[in-house]
């Protein structure tokens, strides 16, 4: 007779009831958020052609998608916006009857109890497309600060629950902190791009955005993709600046690194499951190539990396879908 080893796995997994009932990873909607581009006009839905499935809407029409969102039970959005025009400082970003300003409004008005964060940074705001002041072709760090809590406090003063500085400038976490108290907010939380890197995965996302950079690139601020000792002192800066959530940016490419943060600093943790890594997904799903259960699969594993919260193009589709 066979001697059989007295583990058995395939006991617990013949069954979707044992199979649910013991699993380790369970990513439910509410740890998702949808990011949502907003433009101004009326009336408007314009697909991005490099995004299956995601629009460029004007407010009445993003005012849709955050219902939606709240009903399928999402965390929240996070709002990016296009602005009618563009100038070397970016100064649109700070407007009071900005697109993000005017969408915040509307959303906390019409679809209330729903967490609405905000994208802090000028690359879509710069008729040059860097996310700061520029002097020649360089990025200058400390003058930028300035601009960026200026649309912290812009976005606060709309009514928005959290801020998400995506810059990557050195000290934008104090400054935008220290802006945020001054101005009365000092229940506004922090969600940090601590650790954002020179990826290769954005380019659909700068075709939503309008945020492509018109000359050069952003590697003299954002992070090089072979670094995981600099992510880790990056959101540990960040930590200490005041930023309540620490984000990852790409989230597959770097789980490793997701992992790291979240066990040596113990902090929450978001990731950034980000257009490229989507819109790959995505495109073979289109040709039949893989499965529409790969992309819950990517954002469990992301979950199960360690991060608490998950910022998808799909997470209506993944609470849409049992």
Known sequence: MTRFPTFRGRRLRGGEPLRSLVRET???PAQLILPLFAVPGTGVRTPVVSMPGVFRTSVDELIRD?????????????LFGLPRTKDA???EAWAKDGVVQNAVRAVKAEVPGLLVVTDVCLCGYTDHGHCGVL???RVLNDPTLESLARVAVSHAEAGVDAVAP????????AAIRGALSEGGFDETPILSYAVKYASAFYGPFRDAAGSAPSHGDRRAYQMDPANAEEAVREARA?????ADVLMVKPALAYLDVIRRIKDELGAPVAAYHVSGEYSAIMAAIERGWLEAAAMREALTSIHRAGADI???YW???FARRP
């Open 238 to 242: 960040d930590l200490e600046e005041g």
């Open 166 to 173: 995506s810059d990557m400038m050195d000290g934008r976490v």
């Open 315 to 317: 997470a209506r589709e």
């Open 66 to 78: 955050a219902r939606e969102a709240r009903e399928l039970g999402l965390g929240g959005v996070l």
């Open 26 to 28: 369970r990513l439910s």
């Open 310 to 312: 998950v910022i998808s």
């Open 135 to 137: 002097e020649g072709d």
């Open 89 to 91: 400082a970016g100064t």
